[in-house]
């Protein structure tokens, strides 16, 4: 199926540069406020940043060595990163610095520099509950099928999946599945597009889609589009430009992108820009951030928008990184 | 409220003194109130008196934006000092984490370190060898206070503190630990209480509330089997009233499912019933509304097909069906009310089948009515 991106109004098109600009300019301390405000999602934000900068096609846009080193002085005795020094580590922001080193190319500075590659695979492992197969954040015990994607995404980056009983982290998944072709947080749990994500790339990262009711599934995701053309997380909820992302990969994790009208998807996320500070928010006119950014230009990217390096509808990463690491 | 500020803001922020604001509002926070606090964050105009931060109308609090910035600045840093064990061991923690987490609900580490002090505090009291009354006087209100801390929070018009999975979990974890303590759960006193005070509320005021009904469903976990029959029905129709009064919340929907779905785990003969009631009612109310609610059809459609209703009750659903097609003027009401049927005919139970999914069926079957749903206006 042909874009038509081409035939897109002016005002409808990427502003690369302007994106660029508007994350590189994340990186910067230009007031202590900005910094000290958002210093407890900083690694997240980091991963969502140089992400969106090699779907750009600027991965040198951030500065490799000084990226390796903030990683770096995130992590724990426990193997564990906190979303920035001195920040209690958490498996979301583990899973993150996992994936930043990927991406760099620097996952063996894990053994060189860090507390090796087996202590971050030891302390995701630790996080699995042996008797239901999920896994929780850390040590306070909140379980969430987000935190179960996290282990299969960065275990798999390590070669380190053999640390956890996938069988029964799968089985868990399988758990999830609801009536209505939805998966959630957890069993019995409103079917949500974020969470099947999780569940889905979970399942593919397994060798597992076997278990998934595809049709199903893809009836309760392609009903996510809305007549603006944006995509929701769940029934009537507004369009959001990260549902771009939730919604569209695992369309094209179960092969059903063409579900939805793709073109009508595309339009929505370009509207949804500041052509001019650059980034991109939830909805056209809102204050644009550096998640949104991420998952909107990911979400281009699988529909091909020219330009764009390909993302790994399963990892959310570069397919060159992704194929580099595994091996594809 | 934001994170990202503008110069006019950074140029008001730095005429505020950061430590002074710190002490107004955590003070604020940490006294007693009957009932929770209404917090609300509030533009720096409304404070014309300089070095005043908080506005307090009984249990109405008002916090200012820059106070609360300051106040933050000020609680960060002190905490990342007493972290690092470079100040003294007497810090404020629960005053510090309670203005970082008024500030930003997803400060994980200023959450975790109150779950650490409390936990410490819980324990060494189990550990003593005084016991006795005074301890668990002591206990309860420990217990009592940060629940109040938290569900003011959870209860707020602070559109991110509502639905935030960080300070959810913390009242998960809170619930645990208590009821561990306790050893016994009452449904009405736990479970139904904490959905009148905090799940509905905290549902409506972020409305499809995902982490507060995740909540909802934990609770139900944690006391079901200490829940009578009248209990449950009690229960199911304080749901569905407030399913009633949010038609077009389908996180409340979906639980009202969930409750039906449990039910059917039941052998009593209650189940069936409870779920035609349920059904039977939530379709009288389809008749009337307008515009057509996604929510409402879906719930509709889901129990018209698992199975839980008589057919009698499917020849009403497909009557409705019609009758709500016939008056529907608007292309995306019709999209909808055609989907719900589609989706009941395709997935409905047969006689014996098992509703659980993951069948490994895969095609395309249903992917031109898929594509003919919302590609209207």
């Known amino acids: ?328 | 409220m934001s994170r990202a500020l503008d110069p006019e803001t950074i140029t008001a922020l730095n005429q505020v003194d950061p430590e002074a604001a710190y002490r107004e509002i955590s003070e604020t926070l940490a006294a007693t109130s009957d009932g929770l606090l209404e917090i609300e964050i509030l533009s720096h105009t409304l404070f014309p008196q300089p070095g005043q931060f908080v506005l307090r109308d009984g249990r109405a609090i008002g916090v200012s934006k820059l106070g609360l910035v300051q106040a933050f600045m000020f609680a960060r840093k002190q905490l990342r000092d007493h972290l690092d064990g470079t100040t003294p061991p007497d810090a404020d923690v629960l005053a510090l984490t309670g203005v970082i987490l008024l500030f930003d609900p997803e400060y994980l580490t200023a959450a975790n370190t109150r779950k650490r002090l409390l936990q410490a505090r819980i324990s060494s009291f189990s550990s003593s060898s005084a016991g006795g009354g005074d301890d668990d006087v002591i206990l309860r209100d420990l217990f009592k206070k940060e629940f109040h801390f938290v569900d003011t929070l959870l209860t707020s018009r602070l559109h991110r503190h509502t639905k935030s999975p960080t300070l959810w979990s913390h009242r998960r974890w809170l619930v645990t630990v208590q009821a561990s303590r306790v050893g016994s759960i009452n449904f009405n006193a736990d479970v139904l209480k904490a959905f009148q005070d905090v799940v509905f509320v905290a549902g409506e005021r972020h409305p499809r509330n995902y982490y507060a009904w995740c909540h909802a469903r934990f609770l139900v976990g944690l006391g079901v089997s200490a829940a009578s029959d009248q209990d449950r029905e009690d229960f199911r129709r304080a749901v569905f009233d407030w399913c009633r009064k949010h038609h077009t919340d389908i996180s409340g929907w979906s639980f009202l499912w969930f409750l039906l779905d449990l039910e059917r785990e039941i052998p009593e003969k209650a189940a069936p019933r409870a779920s035609a009631d349920v059904f039977s009612q939530v379709l009288d109310l389809s008749r009337w509304m307008r515009p057509v609610s996604e929510s409402v059809w879906w719930f509709l459609r889901t129990v018209a097909a698992s199975g839980l209703v008589s057919d009698i009750l499917i020849e009403d659903f497909l009557g409705v069906h019609t009758e709500v097609l016939a008056k529907a003027k608007d292309p995306v009401d019709q999209a909808v009310l055609r989907a719900a049927v589609e989706w009941y005919d395709t997935h409905r139970c047969r006689d014996g089948q098992n509703i659980a999914v993951g069948d490994g069926r895969d095609g395309d079957v249903g992917a031109d009515t898929s594509n003919t749903n919302r590609q209207e206006g």
């Open chain 1, 1 to 328: 199926m042909a874009q038509k991106f081409e035939q897109l109004p002016e005002e409808l098109q990427l502003a690369t540069s302007a994106h660029v600009k508007y994350i590189q300019s994340l990186d910067t301390r230009k007031d202590e406020y900005g910094y000290w405000l958002t210093e407890h999602l900083r690694l997240n934000g980091l991963y969502w940043g140089l992400t969106a900068l090699h779907l750009l096609g600027h991965p040198d846009a951030l500065p490799r060595n000084e990226t390796i080193d903030f990683v770096l002085s995130c992590q724990h005795d426990s193997g564990g990163f906190g979303a920035a020094p001195g920040h209690d580590a958490h498996m979301l922001s583990t899973v993150s610095a996992v994936q930043i080193l990927a991406t760099v190319d620097a996952l063996d500075e894990l053994d060189t520099r860090g507390k090796g590659r087996l202590q971050v695979g030891k302390f995701i492992a630790n996080l699995q509950n042996s008797e239901t197969g999920t896994f929780a954040g850390d040590e306070w015990g909140e379980e969430d099928t987000r935190f179960l994607y996290g282990a299969f995404n960065a275990l798999s980056l390590l070669g380190l999946l053999h640390l956890i009983d996938v069988d029964k982290a799968v089985d868990h998944i399988a758990a999830c599945a609801n009536f209505d072709g939805g998966y959630g947080v957890s069993p019995g749990a409103e079917s949500h597009a974020g969470q099947i994500f999780t569940c889905v790339a979970a399942l593919t990262i397994a060798g597992r889609q076997d278990l998934i009711n595809k049709e199903r599934l893809g009836r309760w995701l392609s009903e996510r589009q809305v007549a603006g053309g944006g995509l929701n997380g769940r029934p009537e909820k507004k369009e959001d430009v990260c549902y771009s992302w939730w919604v569209l990969s695992s369309l094209e994790m179960i092969g059903k992108t063409h579900w939805i009208d793709r073109d009508r998807l595309a339009a929505f996320i370009l509207r949804c820009q500041d052509t001019e500070n650059g980034g991109i928010s939830d909805r056209p006119g809102d204050m644009v951030d550096v998640w949104h950014t991420v998952f909107g230009i990911a979400g281009l990217s699988l529909l091909k928008y020219p330009g764009l390096e390909a993302v790994d509808e399963v990892y959310c990463m570069p397919k060159a990184v992704t194929a580099r690491v595994l091996g594809h």
